[in-house]
């Protein structure tokens, strides 16, 4: 299980996040949605202490980080337990495919660089990218290089990966091949949380739907009540606004 207590983010003045409190239980995929600035980025980069948060406490399984005094042992340790999938990929451009998901395999979790392989190739499998083990992230299209975000989030082994929109750089025709690998993990039971602006996903693959704005959580609930019968006005105004067809169920 994942705990979000008072999670609180200030830039100077401007507080991106208010107070954030959330419950993700293992197992489950959560999707987060929400205009630009509404602070789902920082939520999920505090998460992971990318961001530092200003207060409150993280909680993954039975370990716990209180954010305003933590230690580099308690930071590493949080580390250890999530892997990351970025909006704009973070691969190494020097080193192929199979390299970028060996590379924190070897150098952080310290297997030996047979077991690294091993691992490796099945993940690059699972994703689609098998054939690609010699490639260089130059050589592959942007959906084939966020796949190996995935694969190399996935070797971890972690108790959450956390996706940030990780479509979002992606042509419109190279998003379906990268939701559908997320899809594809989902049914395995992996604790996913998940930034994105792709409504009909969040309403297909999330067991549970978070509605973001202004640094505070407006809505929350199954994707059902969020899409078909969202309590809030301002979750309504938004799912109007970005969801052409969506209408709201009296």
Sequence with gaps: MIQLTNITKSFGKNDVLKGINLTVQKGEVVCILGPSGSGKTTLLRCLNYLEKPSLGEVTIGDFTVNCKRPSKGEIHALRQKTAMVFQHYNLFKHKTVLE??????????????????ETSVKVLEKVGLGSKLDAY?????????????????????????????????????????????????????????????????????????????????????????????AKEERTKQFLKRITPEWSYNI
């Design 100 to 117: 970028n998901v060996m590379e924190g395999l070897v150098i952080v979790q310290k297997q030996s660089k047979v077991t690294a392989r």
């Design 137 to 229: 992230p130059s050589q592959l299209s942007g959906g084939q290089q966020q796949r190996v975000g995935i694969a190399r989030a996935l070797a971890l082994n972690p108790e959450v990966i956390l996706f940030d929109e990780p479509t979002s750089a992606l042509d419109p025709e190279l998003v379906g091949e990268v939701l559908d690998v997320i899809q594809k993990i989902a049914k395995e039971g992996i604790t996913m949380i998940i930034v994105t602006h792709e409504m009909g996903f969040a309403r297909e693959v999330a067991n549970h739907v978070v509605f973001m704005d202004e640094g505070v959580i407006v809505e929350e609930g199954k994707p059902r009540d969020i899409f078909s019968n």
